[in-house]
């Protein structure tokens, strides 16, 4: 459901999954993050549909890509107008979080071992360090700096 900021909802849209984690939006659409991929809304319409083998854990944005960590050990770059695959970063294990250096030079992902990675824009694995006490549930990048939340700092 998109509401404005007096609760008064301006549509909403049954997605094509049966549970959603993520939701991410930008001046024209909305990026939904459920188990069977990402969908784009405009206005309350589907604009595209792009399937996932695993379910979308997590999300990140940046100008013309949403980013998506899923269930299936991979962190999904998507063009926001088309919806098609850009890029595919591969980690060990189910990415609970995910973010991006301005325009993709970076892109960072926590896993559900404990371990957060770092790749180039083109995929390659630049390092993955173990965290040692928890999975990184959120993530954010700013400022040349990448900040998570492990799951024990509760």
């Not at 269930?71 to 991006?100: M, T």
């Not at 960072?108 to 180039?120: E, L, P």
Request: proline share 1%.
């Amino acid at each position: 459901m998109l509401a404005n900021h007096e609760n008064e909802e301006l549509w909403q849209r049954k997605s094509q999954g049966d549970t959603g984690w993520m939701v991410r939006c930008d001046k024209g659409s909305v990026y939904h993050g459920h188990s069977r991929g990402i969908t784009a809304y405009e206005g309350g319409h589907v604009r595209w549909h792009t399937p996932t083998r695993g379910s979308v854990l997590f999300g990140w944005q940046e100008r013309g890509v949403v980013y998506a960590g899923t269930s299936d050990k991979k962190v999904y770059a998507l063009d926001k107008k088309e919806g098609s695959i850009e890029q595919v970063y591969n980690c060990d294990a189910a990415v609970y979080s995910c973010a991006a250096a301005e325009d993709g030079k970076y892109v960072f992902a926590g896993d559900n071992y404990s371990s957060v990675y770092c790749f180039s824009k083109n995929g390659q694995r630049l390092w993955k360090l173990g965290t040692g006490c928890g999975s990184a549930f959120s993530m954010q990048y700013l400022n040349e700096r990448v900040f998570y939340q492990l799951g024990n700092d509760f």
